[in-house]
């Protein structure tokens, strides 16, 4: 629980099960989902390994760098804190990112070149194809792990270390070329 984890960001929050503030397109959510700064995306840090070294997050919403810059609230309020804490590989569960809104790659390139040196990655799973799309027009798989491989992870039949060696596996898995 983010809440109880003295190295989480999200450390020390109080959430309440009756008072709903936070929507998304004029729909309530429930208030567990965790703000960090953007008005369209939130956030759950559903468990974090620090002796791994890696994260499971899950978003909702819509993800609007183009407008909101939702990368740099993303990157300077949980992610700069859990690289702090020594997490280095991410699980970004993305199945209720309705939308993606691009823009410039600068906070994407930042995260990769912070956490490459310690073998680090980011994966994004359950992408719907309308936001991969997108996020291939600004050529985010140059820094996120996405696409094919990492549709229709079924994460929640898993405990957080078997997803984390579900995806490990699939991005270490080598690589074969086809000749015709």
């Known amino acids: 629980m983010a809440d109880q984890d003295e190295r989480s960001p999200f450390y020390g929050r109080e959430y309440s099960e009756f ?16 703000e960090f700064g953007s008005p369209t995306l939130y956030s759950k840090i559903l468990y ?4 791994q070294s890696f994260a499971v997050i899950e978003f909702i919403g819509e993800w609007n760098d183009c407008i909101t810059n939702d990368v ?4 300077r309020n949980i992610i700069d804190p859990l690289i702090k804490e020594g997490i ?11 939308n993606f809104h691009g823009d410039d790659d ?20 359950n992408l719907h194809m309308h936001v991969e799309d997108e996020m ?3 050529q985010l798989d140059s820094y996120l792990y996405f696409g094919e491989m ?4 079924e994460w929640r039949k898993l405990t957080p270390i078997g997803l984390y060696f579900k995806i490990q596996d699939i991005i270490e898995r080598p690589r074969t070329l086809k000749v015709h």
């Open 150 to 153: 990492f549709k229709e992870v």
């Open 136 to 138: 291939n027009n600004v």
């Open 48 to 51: 974090a390994d620090y002796e």
């Open 72 to 75: 740099m609230y993303l990157k």
């Open 88 to 98: 280095h590989k991410y699980i970004l569960i993305c199945e209720n990112v309705l």
């Open 19 to 34: 008072h709903f503030h936070n929507k998304i397109y004029n729909y309530m959510i429930h208030p567990q989902w965790d």
């Open 106 to 125: 600068c906070y994407y390139e930042e995260w990769w070149e912070e956490i490459i040196e310690e073998d680090g990655w980011i994966s994004m799973l």
